[in-house]
């Protein structure tokens, strides 16, 4: 296949053709989806970048398109568009073949935001949100009030009213793309797609423009994002698209999508996925991947993680953040006992892992401590997260003194000592140390097991 012409793609609309004016897109009444591609692949020359891609966006949806460097978002978003054409498959605006529409009736259906624009020309901003109403104008129409109507709106919903009359050429990256939202949101299309929309921008205007993205879709629109930041694209889609390896992922709402494993197969990233305490959107924390060699990653190590169970003992912020390192280079880890509210809890609960707690003023009874005690000894490894040296322990009138929860006369005492291997680490522990000593002790275990 050919890229077709580059210069075409970043205008709203390269030409107007009459042919199909009055097929105006009217799919309120229609079940079709706004978007849909089917099977879509593309290559440029003989090189493929994506194939089998399937992905639809209906009115009321919010999709992010999500994925490494190189994965494909654009090119899928520029099928979309019509200024890539496929090799095979199908786009279908509003049930329709894109391939079948002219270039005003695709501009009448789908909207786009590019990532980068040629638009080399000082135009005025106001000119260049106009541009937007192009697929609405007859051939030798002039702009009438309901285009000025939509050229205000648009501008002032994307903030680009007060720089109106400056040239595109003279405002700021952030400025020049909010510019493009306007342009997209003149057009008045039922769909909208949207090229790495907040790239550019502040942390105010990113959740500003995701906010109005999502109240047009509350307002009936469909809208597919190609969005870098997984936070922002949790919070905000209802659904995510990965795209990586050349193909769709995985496919389906944030929470179901964006796991650990997942990112590790289609970014070969090591993160914890936790749960953002604002929104309850989730929440992804990458770390530096540390060179294990007793730990897989690439393409295909989905499954292929060598982890193990790794018993936790400690809290607050240091055992949250060593649960965390664990659970993201594959481990399986568990935690207690921790009071009730400890920090390293809640970590335990967002990676799914179980967890022993017990009343913060209290003395740990012995079914917490059984408890703990049973998943410390059925772990390959126990990490003691503390302060060495300290000697707390229960004090006299009987609460616990969880001050240091790994002390040896500490509230977590029998549970170390149920533990086969122990690892000690403090707060300041790097994560290469860390993660090298639970697997050196991990496999030291394994080697001394007797055979059965
Ligand atoms: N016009 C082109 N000619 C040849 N190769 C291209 C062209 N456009 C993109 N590619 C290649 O296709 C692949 C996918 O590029 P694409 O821009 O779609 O990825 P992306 O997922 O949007 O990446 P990013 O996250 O970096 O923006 C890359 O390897 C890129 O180099």
Redesign the pocket.
Same mark, same amino acid.
């Given at each position: 296949m050919s890229?077709d012409g580059?210069s075409a793609s970043d205008s709203a609309v390269s030409s107007a053709s009459d042919a199909d004016a009055s097929s105006a897109f009217d799919s309120a009444d229609s079940d079709d989806p706004l978007v849909a591609v089917e099977d879509l692949a593309v290559a440029?020359?003989d090189?493929p970048?994506?194939s089998g891609v399937d992905l639809r966006v209906d009115r009321g949806d919010l999709v992010g398109l999500v994925?490494?460097? /190189?994965? /494909?978002?654009?090119?899928?978003?520029?099928a979309i568009k019509g200024t890539?054409t496929p090799d095979a498959g199908s786009v279908r605006l509003g049930g329709d073949l894109a391939s079948d529409l002219s270039a005003r009736e695709r501009g009448r259906r789908v909207a786009s935001v590019p990532?980068e624009t040629n638009l080399a020309f000082d135009f005025r901003v106001r000119h260049v949100v106009e541009m937007g109403r192009t697929p609405h104008l007859g051939r030798f129409d002039g702009h009438g009030p309901d285009d000025e109507r939509a050229v205000r709106e648009a501008m002032d919903a994307a903030g680009v009213a007060r720089f109106a009359d400056r040239p595109i050429t003279e405002v700021s990256g952030g400025e020049r793309q909010r510019v493009l939202l306007a342009r997209a949101l003149a057009q008045e299309t039922p769909a909208l797609v949207l090229?790495?929309p907040t790239a550019s921008l502040d942390v105010n205007h990113a959740v500003e423009t995701l906010e109005l993205v999502s109240d047009l879709v509350d307002d009936g629109r469909g809208a597919l994002a190609?969005i870098?930041d997984l936070d922002m694209a949790a919070r905000y889609c209802d659904e995510l698209v990965v795209?990586a390896n050349g193909g769709v992922h995985a496919a389906g709402p944030p929470e179901d999508v964006l796991t650990a494993d997942a990112l590790r197969a289609a970014f070969d990233a090591e993160a914890f996925v936790g749960r953002s305490p604002a929104t309850g959107s989730p929440a992804v924390t990458a770390f530096a991947a540390v060179d294990d060699p007793g730990a897989p990653r690439g393409h295909d190590s989905s499954a292929a993680r060598d982890g193990h169970r790794v018993h936790v003992v400690g809290s607050g912020r240091d055992a949250a953040r060593v649960l965390t390192r664990l659970a993201a280079a594959g481990h399986d880890p568990s935690l207690g006992v921790v009071p009730e509210g400890d920090a390293a809890a809640a970590v335990a609960d967002d990676a799914g892992a179980p967890v022993v707690v017990a009343p913060a003023f209290e003395p740990v009874g012995d079914a917490k401590r059984d408890a703990a005690v049973a998943l410390a000894s059925d772990a390959a490894v126990a990490v003691a997260v503390g302060r060495a040296g300290r000697d707390d322990r229960s004090d006299a009138a009987g609460t616990t003194d969880w001050s240091d929860a790994v002390a040896p006369t500490g509230p977590n005492a029998a549970v170390l000592a149920a533990a086969d291997r122990v690892v000690s680490v403090d707060g300041d522990a790097s994560d290469e140390a860390l993660l090298a000593a639970v697997r050196d002790l991990a496999t030291r275990r394994a080697e001394d097991a007797p055979e059965s």
């Open positions: 890229p580059q440029f020359g090189v970048v994506v994925g490494p460097n /190189g994965a /494909g978002k654009t090119t899928v978003l520029r890539v990532q090229d790495e190609a870098h795209l």
